[in-house]
């Protein structure tokens, strides 16, 4: 019996067997709502705090064929376009449920995002224990910006620590310290952001400044020294893909002893999540170069040595 059941949270995504945020073989439970607004975000449909409606035309089967959207949407949200697949218009779309996405044949209207109690959730996660067992893999909670639901995500790792399953956070740190002292004693693991060090340039890229994420990491680090951290840099053109941000981050991180460090280089997955919820892609079509990436590792590598882990 779950006796954090009463909690419920607004969940958009569970998705097991990865192993790339966090030890092991692990079931990710991704949280809607995020403090910032980062321009390169992969996930923006974790952005918003309520369910949300998008449209992916490639699975339409054509308004002229179908068009049950047209007479479910109570708001007169929907209309054809000329390409014959469904037009929304989101200044008409209110959350009411948004049966317009259950009665489509062919899941060319989905919704982002759905209440789900603490047992509920728990149920699916515990599906693969034998897989967490073995290779010392668990849960973990990302986003969005897990703790920003604090109730619901400090239930969901206690009942886990209490069914014994190793658990972990993907954090931006932009949350109130209270939730994160509440949280940090059922914690595994911790995946934290640190961006940026210069708040200034921190704010003009994510929308907010970086006091509050600094703050709570030396929380984590100093009030919790037995918790592992994983700092992480996703790193950005033309905001932090340079020697001084990089070097300023790891000089912040040495002081840490059992803080690790890890570099993400930047992606264009999740582009096309920005067009089925009918918005302009931040970033635009910029990207990369692998040779910048190396040679930010490199600056890394040589302030915080054998702390630096290479991306798998």
């Known amino acids: 019996?779950?006796?954090?059941?009463?909690?419920?949270?607004?969940?958009?995504?569970?998705?097991?067997?990865?192993?790339?945020?966090?030890?092991?073989?692990?079931?990710?439970?991704?949280?809607?709502?995020?403090?910032?607004?980062?321009?390169?975000?992969?996930?923006?449909?974790?952005?918003?705090?309520?369910?949300?409606?998008?449209?992916?035309?490639?699975?339409?089967?054509?308004?002229?064929?179908?068009?049950?959207?047209?007479?479910?949407?109570?708001?007169?949200?929907?209309?054809?376009?000329?390409?014959?697949?469904p037009r929304i218009d989101r200044s008409h779309c209110a959350d009411c449920s948004i049966p317009c996405a259950e009665v489509c044949?062919?899941?060319?209207?989905?919704?982002?995002?759905?209440?789900?109690?603490?047992?509920?959730?728990?149920?699916?996660?515990?599906?693969?224990?034998?897989?967490?067992?073995?290779?010392?893999?668990?849960?973990?909670?990302?986003?969005?910006?897990?703790?920003?639901?604090?109730?619901?995500?400090?239930?969901?790792?206690?009942?886990?620590?209490?069914r014994r399953i190793r658990t972990a956070v993907e954090t931006c740190g932009m949350v109130p310290a209270d939730t994160v002292r509440e949280a940090a004693p059922h914690l595994s693991y911790v995946l934290y952001d640190i961006k940026h060090m210069n708040s200034e340039i921190h704010e003009t890229q994510t929308g907010l400044p970086n006091a509050r994420i600094l703050e709570n990491f030396r929380i984590l680090a100093e009030e919790f020294p037995h918790l592992p951290i994983l700092a992480r840099t996703p790193v950005i053109p033309g905001?932090?893909?340079?020697?001084?941000?990089?070097?300023?981050?790891?000089?912040?991180?040495?002081a840490y002893p059992h803080v690790n460090y890890e570099l993400l280089p930047y992606h264009r997955l999740g582009t096309?999540?920005?067009?089925?919820?009918?918005r302009e892609v931040p970033m635009g079509e910029v990207s990369l170069n692998k040779a910048v990436t190396d040679g930010l590792q490199k600056t890394a590598l040589d302030i915080l040595g054998e702390r630096v882990q290479i991306p798998r």
């Open 1 to 85: 019996m779950c006796l954090d059941d009463k909690q419920q949270g607004m969940v958009f995504n569970i998705q097991k067997y990865s192993v790339h945020d966090g030890p092991g073989i692990r079931t990710i439970v991704f949280l809607k709502g995020c403090s910032l607004s980062c321009r390169w975000c992969s996930n923006p449909e974790s952005q918003k705090s309520c369910a949300e409606l998008a449209c992916n035309p490639g699975r339409c089967i054509d308004i002229s064929k179908c068009g049950h959207c047209l007479t479910a949407c109570p708001h007169g949200a929907i209309t054809c376009g000329d390409d014959d697949k």
């Open 105 to 162: 044949p062919a899941q060319g209207l989905l919704v982002y995002g759905k209440k789900r109690a603490v047992g509920d959730v728990l149920r699916v996660v515990e599906q693969d224990m034998a897989f967490y067992a073995r290779s010392g893999g668990g849960l973990t909670l990302s986003g969005g910006e897990p703790l920003l639901q604090g109730s619901f995500a400090v239930a969901l790792l206690r009942e886990a620590r209490a």
């Open 239 to 254: 905001f932090n893909d340079n020697e001084e941000a990089v070097a300023a981050i790891a000089r912040f991180i040495k």
């Open 272 to 278: 096309q999540k920005y067009h089925f919820l009918g």
